[in-house]
């Protein structure tokens, strides 16, 4: 944990650095390439920095208090969003890996779906959700699901067909059904795709809640925020790069948030690997059968197995990674 607050550190540093480094340079030599750099627009992060802790308003709350009340209820519409889009996607690949006809059929619009800009399909949501009465901070959810569902679907099929055929052909000898594959052997062997996808989704879950309270006309949230600021840019760029800076962070902290959720879901699981290395199947999946079958399995109940002898003539033993098998 240390080692990553100070990694993280000492590239915050060397970003300040840069920042500061070329701005000075690129003010002293007075160049205008790409752009005219002044401290209209590129202030020093100090000054921004220092923005947050000045109230916008005489006698009114800090900048920093007012930017995160907008980030808080910015972050429950992206929360709200990013289940929404999730679970949406999930069981969009759930059905996609039963059928390869809907796979080669749906997956191209999937695709598509992504091309066509959020700017452009924001406006229509608000106008759809908001004439059937519902909240305008519902239909950024949706706007911010819109852009989190695509990356869950393509990992979650791509990790749901990952799963090792030899253990799907054990469970097809012991008549598992579609459901039972799926829970016991496909979304285990998912998980890391899953969590991979989590992750880029967390940060376009807070794109797209900014995004949609744009045409939502939601003054509440930092698209708000980011809006106002943008009209007294030219006598106060400091509030707009303060707000810029906050919905970083908070794209920062869901990212973060995701990453600590797989990292203690990754905690305490084995992996089964071959006495050649590679990974094979899902410690669930021995005490399935055991379950299932109402015969003894060839693992225990680590998943380690009872007897050295290979499954079968064409695969070698099996063992939990790190662990010597356990004789009888």
């Known amino acids: 944990m240390l080692r990553r607050a100070f990694v993280f550190l000492a590239v915050l540093a060397g970003l300040w650095g840069f920042w500061e480094g070329y701005k000075a340079l690129w003010e002293a030599t007075a160049w205008g390439w790409p752009f005219d750099v002044n401290d ?27 930017l995160g009340k907008f980030a808080l209820f910015t972050a429950q519409e992206a929360a709200v969003g990013f289940a929404l889009g999730a679970s949406a996607g999930f069981l969009l690949a759930v059905v996609l890996v039963h059928s390869s006809l809907l796979q080669r059929g749906l997956l191209p619009y999937v695709v598509a779906s992504q091309t066509v800009p959020i700017l452009a399909i924001a406006p229509m949501v608000v106008v759809w959700l908001g004439g059937r009465g519902l909240p305008a901070w519902f239909a950024v959810s949706v706007i911010a699901a819109y852009l989190t569902f695509f990356p869950v679907t393509i990992n979650a099929l791509r990790g749901l067909q990952s799963a090792d055929p030899r253990a799907l052909e054990l469970m097809e000898s012991y008549a598992a059904g579609r459901w039972a594959v799926l829970w016991k052997l496909r979304v285990p062997a998912a998980m890391p ?3 991979a996808a989590f ?14 309270e744009l045409p939502a006309s939601i003054q509440d949230g930092l698209g708000g925020a980011i809006l106002n600021y943008n009209q007294y840019y030219a006598s106060a760029p400091n509030r707009l790069w303060a707000t810029n800076i906050v919905a970083a962070v908070l794209g920062m902290s869901f990212f973060a948030t995701s990453s600590s959720v797989h990292c203690s879901c990754d905690e305490g699981t084995p992996m089964l690997v071959r006495s050649s290395g590679t990974q094979t199947s899902n410690p669930r999946l021995a005490r399935w059968v055991t379950r299932f079958s109402g ?8 998943c380690a197995p009872l007897d050295p002898k290979p499954w079968n003539s064409t695969t070698g033993p099996l063992r939990v990674l790190g662990s010597a098998p356990l004789r009888r």
Do not use: C
């Not at 921004?48 to 920093?64: H, Y």
């Not at 807070?206 to 949609?212: L, P, T, W």
């Not at 015969?295 to 680590?302: G, M």
């Open 40 to 66: 209209r627009t590129m202030p020093h992060l100090h000054a921004i920095v220092a923005e947050l802790f000045d109230a916008p308003q005489r006698g009114g709350d800090l900048l920093i208090v007012i």
């Open 199 to 212: 992750k880029i989704s967390a940060t376009a879950s807070i794109v797209g809640a900014i995004i949609g």
């Open 295 to 302: 015969s003894p399995s060839p693992w225990n109940a680590n």
């Open 193 to 195: 795709y899953l969590f």
